[in-house]
């Protein structure tokens, strides 16, 4: 990215005045950290679904739409009302709303894409500051176009130092 910039501004007046925008993962992870601050809110019938056809779709890789859709399917064998307790996003249970947030591109050559994002929780039950909750999109690139980008997987961390990889668990959670 850095090397891009650098080459745009060396051209300086050689390109276009408009901006050009070579992807949508900023942008697509930023739609989600923005349904999971109204979610914070923890306000009736103000919840912006992460999950819906269209958005499972659009935005999500294939191999987690099968995650999903394996996992709602057991869940209906199980007659279970929900898929989730908590956040499928925070893995909390969102009754502090999120103040700040951080997004920023981790992708390296040597990596997979990835965008690290940091929510900061205030203290809502009296115990001190409860600090950031971390996530890490990983994106991939979607098969009908060179340009744009799918969420593949959302991890967080555990606090034994591993990683919480939300599509791992939607299939662990089939029959």
Known sequence: ?????GIISALGSLLPVEPVRADNREDLVRAYVER?????????GRQELYFTELQLLNDFSPAFVNAY????????????VSLFEHDAMTGTVNRCP????????????????MIEVTLQT????????????????????????GTRFVIDDV??????????SLQAWL???RP
């Open 171 to 173: 299939e662990r959670s």
């Open 98 to 113: 999120i103040g700040a947030t951080e997004i920023i591109d981790r992708t390296r050559v040597d990596t997979r894409n």
């Open 122 to 145: 205030p203290d809502c039950e009296g115990a001190g500051a409860a600090g950031p909750i971390r996530l890490m999109f990983v994106l991939q690139p979607d098969g009908t176009s």
């Open 36 to 44: 999971i601050v109204v979610n914070s809110l923890d306000e009736p």
């Open 1 to 5: 990215m850095l090397l891009r910039l």
């Open 69 to 80: 859709a394996e996992a709602i399917k057991a869940a209906k064998v199980r007659a279970d």
């Open 155 to 164: 991890l967080r961390p555990l606090e034994n130092g591993g990683w919480f």
